[in-house]
């Protein structure tokens, strides 16, 4: 069984900044990448971020120059810092992963989400 958790959502005004966490537990031989997808009220869910076992990172137009994903290999979590948060970035985020069970057993994951709201 693998479970994804994420954490470090809320409530921040404009300018303002958070930081994302997500742990995969469970049976795990190897993750193939980490990544983060928003969805606001009314709107198709987005890719934000991703990051790739080999590090090769991809991100959202609107958020580059103020999100940065990273991740710690050793705890199988994934970060996702947000800086100069703005209105449009309110969303539930979701981590997803791309993980291998065993071998030649891969599968996509989802966490539950955690919120984030960006309001003065």
Do not use: H
């Not at 303002?16 to 966490?21: E, I």
């Not at 869910?45 to 991740?71: H, Q």
């Amino acid at each position: 069984q693998v479970q994804l958790v994420e954490s470090g959502g809320g409530l921040v005004q404009p300018g303002g900044s958070l930081r994302l966490s997500c742990v995969a537990s469970g049976s795990i031989r190897s993750i193939y990448y980490m990544g983060w997808y928003r969805q606001a009220p009314g709107k198709q869910r987005e890719l934000v971020a991703v990051i790739s076992s080999g590090d090769s990172i991809n991100y959202e137009d609107s958020v580059k120059g103020r999100f940065t994903i990273s991740r710690d290999s050793a705890k199988n979590t994934v970060y996702l810092q947000m800086n100069n948060l703005k209105p449009e970035d309110t969303a539930v985020y979701y981590c997803n992963s791309r993980i291998a069970r065993r071998l030649g057993q891969v599968n996509d994951y989802w966490g539950q989400g955690t919120q984030v709201t960006v309001s003065s």
